[in-house]
């Protein structure tokens, strides 16, 4: 049966029979709809007057309204083409919702919508279709209810937070300081991915290819291609947020690393492994066939960018930076 939202029968039937007393779960059997429909239909469309809360209630003519407002609002992103284009060619780049929407009139748009709907479309019908939500600094195939976003604190603790990170990893005093980052491809290339690492005082890059974007399967793989360096070498990684690293608790105890966190979208704070990304992108375009790249690949692809001289390095290689950070510890 095809979705159907409801209508202004539908909502006045609703609002006769909340005004009667009639349990929800009557209601919804009598306008033949799940009761969470009708839970979920008086909660979002109710009606509040802070001044006169003797008003308060749900009423369908109200309510048909708000759910029309809504839907303009939403569908917005998908009557636009030239909008729309904007904002995902934004979100492909990695700024979040609430930058692009901050950002547009900056931009010149000649329309504007906020964060809120952006995040409408991309976990709309349209927006998972085009599997949008990838994008997202978080990544998240559905998005979570609004009283339980904060929770992510226990996953990343404050304690983790880049600004809890030592001022010599943000100066490049110190050797084995890493970023890493996870590059994402087309949805025709399936769920293969690349996670990308850079060490930030000599710019030494690894990446490496995943099947999949599980935590387990991603730490486990970075664990297995870090360990062969001396732990001096590896002292912290610092990643953003994405849930595919909420299993960091297993560096420490695994290969003696520390990890730490940038603020929510903010992907700036780790500007070295974004611009790794970019350098990257030469080789591994966003519908590179990521899945039948080998080992090989990624050995010569890492040689290459690791092989090139950099200003910031006083024109030395990347490789030869950290063959003379490798020498120190021995």
Known sequence: MAHTE?????????????????PVSKIAAEIGRHRSTVHREIKRNRYYDDELPNLNGYYGMNAQRSAAQRRARRRKLVRFEGLRQHVVKQLE??????????????????????????????YGPDGQTEELARYLPHRRKKRLPRRRRTPRGLVFPADRSIHERPDYVKTRET???WEGDLMIFERAQGKANVASLVERKTRFAVLFRNNDRSTTHLMNRLMDVMEPLPQPARKSITFDRGIEFRNWRKLKPGIGTEAWFCDPQAPWQKGSVENLNKR?????????????????????????LN???RKCLGWRTPTEAFREELMKLR
């Open 93 to 122: 780049i990695g700024w979040s919702p609430e930058q692009i929407a901050g950002r547009m009139q900056y931009d010149g748009q000649p329309l504007r919508v906020s964060h809120e709907t952006i995040y409408a479309f991309v």
């Open 307 to 309: 092989g090139t001289p």
């Open 6 to 22: 409801l209508g202004l029968r539908e909502r006045r039937a609703i609002e006769d029979m909340l005004h009667a007393k009639v």
């Open 280 to 304: 990257a992108r030469r080789y591994l375009p966003r519908d590179a066939p990521v899945a039948a790249l080998s080992n090989r690949d990624m050995k010569s692809i890492c040689e290459r």
């Open 175 to 177: 050797f084995g300081e």
